[in-house]
């Protein structure tokens, strides 16, 4: 198994940048695609972005498109989310997952590990 511990989240202005963290524990990540979701209050988990287990293969959502990269360095056992031009509707809880599939589709049920998130509050 592997464990997810999620950081980088914060408090911030809209229009501002957050870089968050993913670190892996237990088993090497590389062995993973990975995922970033969202959960705002009283919404269902939404998918952010995912990566292939190289890092050759990158998918986003729509809403955040052209404001976030996602990527990782298996060496380190890390993925990343970067996020720049952050709105108020951008708050929320985000999770990073870990799937064995090859390449898992955007649903939270495609990804079998997940950490506990980091909570990302945008003010306009």
């Known amino acids: 198994q592997v464990q997810l511990v999620e950081s980088g989240g914060g408090m911030v202005q809209a229009g501002a940048s957050l870089r968050l963290s993913c670190a892996a524990s237990?088993?090497?990540?590389?062995?993973?695609?990975m995922g970033w979701f969202r959960q705002a209050p009283g919404k269902e988990r939404e998918f952010v972005a995912r990566?292939?287990?190289?890092?050759?293969?990158?998918d986003y959502s729509d809403s955040m498109k052209g404001r976030i990269t996602i990527s990782r360095d298996n060496a380190k056992s890390t993925v990343f989310l970067q996020m720049s031009n952050l709105k108020p509707e951008d708050t929320a809880a985000y999770f990073c997952?870990?799937?064995?599939?090859?390449?898992?589709?955007?649903?939270?049920?495609?990804?079998?590990?997940w950490g506990q998130g980091t909570q990302v509050s945008v003010s306009s």
């Open positions: 237990g088993r090497t990540v590389s062995g993973y695609a």
């Open positions: 990566i292939s287990r190289s890092g050759g293969t990158t």
């Open positions: 997952a870990a799937s064995t599939r090859g390449w898992p589709g955007r649903s939270p049920n495609d990804y079998e590990y």
